[in-house]
Structure formats: structure tokens, C-alpha cells
T-cell receptor, first 114, second 116 residues
Framework: SAVISQKPSRDICQRGTSLTIQCQVD?????MFWYRQQPGQSLTLIAT?????????ESGFVIDKFPISRPNLTFSTLTVSNMSPEDSSIYLC???????????FGSGTRLTVV | AQKVTQAQTEISVVEKEDVTLDCVYE???????LFWYKQPPSGELVFLIR??????QNEISGRYSWNFQKSTSSFNFTITASQVVDSAVYFC?????????????FGTGTRLLVSP
């Protein structure tokens, strides 16, 4: 299975600022997924990122708020823009590797907006 | 539409008790995949099992077992002789389709607390 390095692991940010989260995968993957997990809640997909094309956003999530970059097959970033306390969540990236049984998740970024 | 329901919000057991976590899913696809993930207090998601829609065979892995029943759209997870280290939030998830890498739809999770 793949190994994902996700950074930062946690951050405390001021409202109105932006934070960029990075995910580096140790193998090439076609699709990367970005999820949000609000406190005590389940995981909700934000967007799917394919290399070389625009990310596909789920209902309720927009590119201006959560811009995503996917410059190559091993790396992606998610930016949380103009943050408010409601953005306080765990953000996780995920990949699926051909031949692997499960989707692999990064260790998550715990974001607190004050 | 896809949906995963985990009706049990939280379960508390004493060590060595058996516990079953329920998962009910909805999908219109004939090909789909079901997953269980464990999220310990540290926050990472640990993959436990994947089951294909065309394979109803139950599975046992050590103290863990899974019961997949298409007739009731359920994919339940049993931990035998629970241990304190089993304390975590457990998520059931569904993926549709037989091609490509589709997104996972997660249930709301069941928090399991195992006391010594």
C-alpha cells in the first residue's frame, strides 16, 4: 500500500487567513481525494483531484474556498481560504493504489481557527 | 444515491466482551465495495477490510469478523474478546462502481469504548 506524508499535522490559525495542506505520496497515483472531518463527525469528501485537470468538487464545496493543486502524480495541496472558526476540522488526503484493497489516508491535519 | 448508516453512536463494553458494530448501506449499483476503517484517538484512519458486492463470504481475521448480507444490505463487524486497544471510532464506508477509483461514502461512525 502507499505511504502518505501529510503536512502540517496541526495548526492554529487566525480567522481570515489561509492555510495550505500538503500531501506527498510515495508512489504515483491517478486520483487523490480530500476529506474534511468536523469535530465528532464523519468524513465528508471535499473534492477529487486528478493530475493535469481541474479538481472535481462535491456539493457544498467551492474552488474559491478550497483551491486544490495537483502538479504531478505524487503530490497535491489543499488550501483552506479566508478561514473562519467553522473551518476548524481535521483535513485528510486519501489515495487508492491499483491492486490495493483499501484506500490509504494521510495522518490528517488538525486545524483550529481562532 | 449512496448512503451508509451506522445507527450506534457509541458503545461501551468491558474488556473481553464481544461487541458487534452495525452497518446498513444503500446503493443502486450492482457492483460496489464495502469497507471498515478504524480511527484511534491519534486520528489516523486504519484500513480493516474491503468486501466486494459479489462476494458474500464472511471473513474472520483474528478477533475480528465481518458478516455481509446483501439481503438486508448489512455489513456488520464483530470484535471477539474486546481489548482496551480496540477503543476507537469505527467507520463503515461504501464505494460504487466497478471501474476507476470512486469516492468513499462514510457512515457517521460508531465510537467504541472498552474499559478494563
Amino acid at each position: 500500500s502507499a505511504v502518505i506524508s501529510q503536512k502540517p499535522s496541526r495548526d492554529i490559525c487566525q480567522r481570515g487567513t489561509s492555510l495550505t495542506i500538503q500531501c506527498q505520496v510515495d508512489s504515483q497515483v491517478t486520483m487523490m481525494f480530500w476529506y474534511r472531518q468536523q469535530p465528532g463527525q464523519s468524513l465528508t469528501l471535499i473534492a477529487t483531484a486528478n493530475q493535469g485537470s481541474e479538481a472535481t468538487y462535491e456539493s457544498g464545496f467551492v474552488i474559491d474556498k478550497f483551491p486544490i493543486s495537483r502538479p504531478n502524480l505524487t503530490f497535491s495541496t489543499l488550501t483552506v481560504s479566508n478561514m473562519s472558526p467553522e473551518d476548524s476540522s481535521i483535513y485528510l488526503c486519501s489515495v487508492a493504489i491499483q491492486g490495493a484493497l483499501g484506500y490509504t489516508f494521510g495522518s490528517g491535519t488538525r486545524l483550529t481557527v481562532v | 444515491a449512496q448512503k451508509v448508516t451506522q445507527a450506534q453512536t457509541e458503545i461501551s463494553v468491558v474488556e473481553k466482551e464481544d461487541v458487534t458494530l452495525d452497518c446498513v448501506y444503500e446503493t443502486r449499483d450492482t457492483t460496489y465495495y464495502l469497507f471498515w476503517y478504524k480511527q484511534p484517538p491519534s486520528g489516523e484512519l486504519v484500513f480493516l477490510i474491503r468486501r466486494n458486492s459479489f462476494d458474500e463470504q464472511n471473513e474472520i481475521s483474528g478477533r475480528y469478523s465481518w458478516n455481509f448480507q446483501k439481503s438486508t444490505s448489512s455489513f456488520n463487524f464483530t470484535i471477539t474478546a474486546s481489548q482496551v486497544v480496540d477503543s476507537a471510532v469505527y467507520f463503515c464506508a461504501l464505494r460504487n462502481g466497478d471501474t476507476g477509483f470512486q469516492k468513499l461514502v462514510f457512515g457517521t461512525g460508531t465510537r467504541l469504548l472498552v474499559s478494563p
